[in-house]
């Protein structure tokens, strides 16, 4: 495959490191919801400093996405599979964007900062906003299933491009 073909080394490290990443969190999340063993204060501290990397990670592959050309998508899709492969790709990043941002308003208004590994700290409001928390948690809550659908789409497609489409699409992002 030529350069041409394949997505910058940059943004290949940032889509697999990102996924790990969000796959992990997401997995947390699920977990911490369904328990309240000793552990899941830990989890939760490390899944709330994640969720800032996670943050600024998607900051930076964006920045590196709209610094370098993208492979073109094969010349048989129809057009409503492109838009479609487009728009969820976006809607991936709005995605990627909303649930940290929607993560560190439910802490804020629950007046609980957010320690990120000892490094710096994330305030919280002076005083706990009991609706505004229910609300950025009830969102974080859905934004995640909906996270967690378009992830299953976009694996999905990739493997329908590798192995029934026999295309190179898959192989452009390994």
Do not use: C
């Not at 309240?36 to 990670?57: C, D, R, Y």
């Amino acid at each position: 495959m030529t350069n041409s073909d394949r997505f910058s080394l940059s943004m290949r490290l940032l889509h697999w490191g990102m996924a790990a990443l969000v796959i992990s969190m997401l997995a947390a999340g699920l977990l911490m919801i369904k328990s309240l063993e000793p552990w899941q204060l830990t989890i939760m501290t490390i899944h709330k400093a994640s969720g800032v990397l996670a943050f600024v990670l998607v900051a930076v592959r964006l920045i590196n996405r709209l610094r370098h050309q993208l492979p073109a998508l094969p010349n048989e899709l129809s057009h409503w599979q492109t838009t479609v492969a487009k728009a969820s790709h976006w809607l991936l990043y709005g995605l990627l964007f909303a649930m940290p941002v929607s993560g560190y308003l439910m802490q804020y208004f629950a007046g609980r900062p957010i320690e990120v590994f000892g490094w710096f700290r994330l305030p919280a409001a002076l005083q706990v906003d009991i609706q505004n928390y229910a609300l950025f948690r009830e969102l974080h809550g859905w934004l995640a299933f909906a996270l967690i659908g378009l992830i299953a789409l976009h694996i999905g497609a990739a493997l329908h491009h590798h192995f029934i489409r026999k295309d190179n699409v898959l192989k452009s992002m390994l």
